[in-house]
Each structure stands twice: as structure tokens, then as C-alpha cells.
């Protein structure tokens, strides 16, 4: 199980590196190219919601939209010209035409034509993007013709991400900066990884441990900001904002809540590189676990970040459940990636 920070920072870098991927014309993707598309223009009629459903067709789901009806396709995968679904899109015809042109949807040519190449490429679908883990892409090649080019490019390359960096700027026709000066390295990495500048003393060592020992200087640095307290302060803020923290109430008096220990736990849990299934378990049910410690039960925390009200008159039983719906609300954002803010009130017609 990785550690809590090689997890956040390994899913950045693969979600980094599979969307550098995506942005070559390779193959079209459905989640990124094609579901927007349907979506916005055919799914109210053609998808999840069986009371608006027409022609007993959905086109979110690919066994349906492709299956033969004697002979007669909705989606022939490969074979865009024998597909209704582009004849349709292409019709002028207003009682054949989709989108109906009462509907006031549209579908621009481009989008025609995009369709049109993704039922050629064999109408691949995929799941929801919260559903599909990351892929980590192959490097992608640099080919420049100057050979003193190439060398120069080369000694800049030190791990994978940077073939990707040259790849594009070699797309664009353009050369990389100039390595940044030491202090400007420093105060950089700084602020990433502890949201401080480096003090005027931090800076001095740096530039003499640079002049002694070039290469281990920056990784000496790299190690002394991640041994820092004020490195899980700042790697907890996005977390922090994910599950909701705050230090009032939030409704109508917004008075004060003392939740510090749960924010100081978070800050403990980077520090001390905390295994990611422990960050997850001991937040969602550290009090359900055996013989609970004190740090587990304080973990809890998570679950009580929500907004309370203090309003003189409340219905205490109505706001029991607003209280449970923001939390199903906080959870599901944090933790599956899929937002269940509409699902409170509606069936839920777009994500699973």
C-alpha cells in the first residue's frame, strides 16, 4: 500500500501523463470527446431516464445503441455510413433530423464529423472516468534532426515527465528555458511543498552546498523541506477544503466550532507519510475499528465537518438529515469522485 503522499503525488503524475497522451488525434476517447456530446444533445431522450426514454433506445449504454434490430442499426461499430445515428444527424428532413429541431439542441458539423470518426474507430465506450483507474502512458519519442540538439535535450531529461515536456515544446517549435538560478530553484520547491519562502540563511547554505556538491544539493534540499512540519501543512489544504473544514459553523450565526485536532491530524497524517488505506479507514470509521485509540477516534473528525445550524426554532429532525445528506455529499465528492449533490432531491441520470 503506498504512503499517503506517494499516493496523492503518483495519481497527479499518471493523470498528468494520460492527459499529455490523450492530447494526440491518435484514437478518439468517449469520455473525453464523445459522451459531452451525447449527453448535452441526445441522453434526456435516449438515456438513463426511462420516463422521458423515446423509441425504447439509449445511447448510454453501448449493447443497446449497437445491438442489431433485425438488420437495422442505431450504431454499427466500423461502419459510420450504415449507422442511423449519423444518418439522423445528417438528415434534413425535420421529422427525421436528431435532435428534433424543436428540441433547440444542436449538433455542430465538427461534432457530426467526430461522431461520425468514433463509430469508424468501433464505437468504443467507457466507463465513468471515477470508475477507470489511470494509466501510466509510454514516453513519447523526441525526434529532432540536429544531432548537438538532441545531446543537449537529452541531459535535460532526468525522469519520464520531462520527455513529455520536451515532446510538446518540440511541437511547438519552441527550445526549453535556461535552468533556474539556485535561489530561484530553491524558493520555488519552497513554496511547493511548504507554502514558505526559504529564509535568507536557507538560501546561503543551499548556494554553498550547490558549489560543493552540485547534484546531491537539490535532492539534500528536496529532503529537508518533506522532513519539515510545515510540509503536511501544506499538502493538508486541499484535503482540508475537499472535506469541508472550517472553524465556524457556517448558517445563520456562524459561530465558532473548535475543530483544530481533526485539521491537526490531517497535518500529522503527511508528515508522518501516513499509508493511504489508514488515511481512508481510520477518517471514515476509526471509532468502528478494534480497540480505537484516541488519534483514530479524533480521525473521525472528517464525518462532523459539516455546517450546523444554531437557529433558535429548527426543526432538530430536519436538520439530522441535512446534516447526513452533506455528509454523503462530502464523502462521495472525496472519496469516489462522483458528485451526489443532484441525487439528494432527483434521480440520478447522468453518473452511476
Known sequence: MPSLTAAFYLSALFMVMSV?????????????????????????????????????LRLDERDDATRDRDGFFIIAPGKPDESELIARLLSKDPDEQMPPPTSNKHVTPEQTALLRRWVAEGAAYEKHWAFLAPVRAPNPKIELTSAATVQHLKSKIRNPLDTFVL???????????????????????????????????????????????RESAFENAVDRLLASPHFGERQAIEWLDAARYAD?????????????????????????????????????????????????????????????????GIIEEEYRVEYVADR?????????????????????????
Open 20 to 56: 499529455r497522451a490523450s492530447e494526440t488525434p491518435e484514437k478518439i476517447q468517449f469520455n473525453r470527446d464523445i459522451r459531452p456530446i451525447l449527453s448535452e444533445n441526445c441522453f434526456h431522450c435516449h438515456g438513463q431516464d426511462a420516463n422521458h426514454r423515446e423509441a425504447k
Open 248 to 312: 465556524t459553523h457556517g448558517f445563520n450565526n456562524d459561530s465558532s466550532r473548535t475543530m483544530w485536532r481533526w485539521r491537526d491530524w490531517v497535518i500529522d497524517a503527511f508528515n508522518a507519510n501516513l499509508p493511504y488505506d489508514r488515511f481512508i479507514t481510520e477518517q471514515i470509521a476509526g471509532d468502528l475499528l478494534p480497540q480505537p485509540t484516541l488519534e483514530q477516534r479524533i480521525a473521525t473528525g472528517f464525518a462532523r465537518n459539516h455546517v450546523i445550524s444554531s437557529e433558535g
Open 328 to 352: 454523503v455529499r462530502t464523502l462521495s465528492t472525496a472519496w469516489l469522485g462522483l458528485t451526489m449533490e443532484c441525487a439528494k432531491c432527483h434521480d440520478h441520470k447522468f453518473d452511476p
Open 167 to 213: 515532446a510538446r515544446l518540440e511541437a511547438e517549435k519552441l527550445a526549453p528555458s535556461p535552468a533556474a538560478a539556485p535561489e530561484t530553484w530553491l524558493r520555488r520547491v519552497s513554496f511547493d511543498l511548504t507554502g514558505l519562502p526559504p529564509t535568507p540563511a536557507e538560501i546561503d547554505a543551499f548556494a554553498s552546498d550547490v558549489i560543493e556538491n
